[in-house]
């Protein structure tokens, strides 16, 4: 599993910080991928931009697709 599988993994369980994450993606979407980048680096799950990007458009599922509809314009 790569690191950002395992960190999408990570966010996904926690429902407070998925929260956070997706309010912060409507306001500002590339805070939020920087948000999530630093996330990574605090949980020693280090990913790039590229990569939660990559991530997150290889998900097939509804809930990550409204999250990304919600936060196009910074991916």
């Known amino acids: ?3 950002a599988a ?3 993994a990570r966010i ?3 429902r407070d910080l998925s929260k956070g994450l997706f309010r912060q993606a409507l306001q500002n979407p590339s805070g ?3 948000s999530i980048c630093e996330i990574g680096n605090q949980l020693n ?3 790039t931009l590229q ?3 990559d991530h997150l458009n ?3 599922d509804e ?3 409204q999250w990304l509809i919600k936060a196009r314009g910074g991916l």
């Open 1 to 3: 599993m790569s690191n």
């Open 6 to 8: 395992a960190l999408y």
């Open 12 to 14: 996904e369980n926690d």
């Open 32 to 34: 939020a991928l920087d």
């Open 45 to 47: 799950l280090p990913v």
């Open 51 to 53: 990569e939660v990007k």
């Open 58 to 60: 290889s998900l097939d």
């Open 63 to 65: 809930i990550t697709k």
